[in-house]
């Protein structure tokens, strides 16, 4: 019996499959890592919507305008203002989008809701 005439199989993935998933990988990661500033901020926004539209002291809607831009002041965020709020019966809400450059020819847009609880 020759050893050679037994076909082993391969198992797991190949060179050229390897470098797929991890150049995958890697455009993802990269839009991940790109992409985190952008919700970090978001997250800001929407703490401080929240948190001034729920304050008893802010009644009118120049204080809250007022309120907004000091916190983003403290969060340095400056581009979004108070005068982009949106308040409604007793809800404070901002919509905006932020474009982040993947490359110099690819763009990522971003449309962000922040709007505080009832």
């Given amino acids: ?16 499959g390897f470098l797929l998933v991890l150049t995958a990988f890697g455009i993802l990661g990269t839009v991940a890592l790109k992409a985190m500033p952008a919700y970090m901020e978001y997250y800001s926004v929407q703490a401080t919507v929240n948190r001034i539209a729920h304050d008893p002291l802010l009644q009118n809607d ?6 907004f831009d000091r916190q ?12 982009d709020l ?15 450059a993947l490359t110099d020819t690819m763009t990522l847009l971003i449309d962000f809701d922040a ?4």
């Fill in 115 to 118: 709007a505080s609880k009832p």
């Fill in 62 to 67: 120049s204080d809250i305008r007022t309120a």
């Fill in 86 to 100: 949106e308040i409604s019966g007793g809800v404070v809400a901002m919509h905006y989008q932020k474009k982040i």
């Fill in 72 to 83: 983003m002041q403290v969060d340095s965020i400056h581009d979004m203002s108070g005068r």
């Fill in 1 to 16: 019996m020759n050893i050679y005439s037994k076909r082993s199989h391969q198992h797991g993935i190949g060179l050229i």
